[in-house]
């Protein structure tokens, strides 16, 4: 199972990106999924995710500004990016919980892919 990020790039703040996540492979359900960053000089922190009964959650960061969502058909996830602001600016990773086989799961993660906001 590969996990392919995309869509990160420099936008001006006030801006919009939406990020995709594509996974590949083995995959015979997606159970969680979810969205982190790392900004330089901080920790990896959990942006927003799908948990395994549907809900969604948020940072309180991002809560009413980003949006993950998922196409289970093409078994990718995307984070809808909104009103940016130079505090968002990170590395971006998604991570999802997947199962091959009836009797496993585990978690793979994707490369990262680099949002920039300027001021």
């Known amino acids: 199972v590969q996990l392919q990020a995309s869509g990160g790039g420099l936008v001006k703040e006030g801006g919009s990106l939406r990020l995709s996540c594509a996974a590949s492979?083995?995959?015979?359900?997606?159970?969680?999924m979810g969205w982190y960053r790392r900004a330089p000089g901080k920790e990896r922190e959990l942006v927003a995710a799908?948990?395994?009964?549907?809900?969604?959650e948020y940072a309180g960061s991002v809560k009413g500004r980003f949006t993950i969502s998922r196409d289970r058909a093409k078994n990718t996830m995307y984070l809808q990016m909104n009103s940016l602001k130079p505090e968002d600016t990170a590395v971006y990773y998604c991570?999802?919980?997947?199962?091959?086989?009836?009797?496993?799961?585990?978690?793979?993660w994707g490369q990262g892919t680099l949002v920039t906001v300027s001021s």
């Open positions: 991570k999802q919980e997947i199962s091959s086989d009836p009797w496993t799961r585990a978690d793979y």
């Open positions: 799908i948990t395994t009964g549907g809900d969604r």
């Open positions: 492979g083995s995959i015979l359900r997606i159970h969680s």
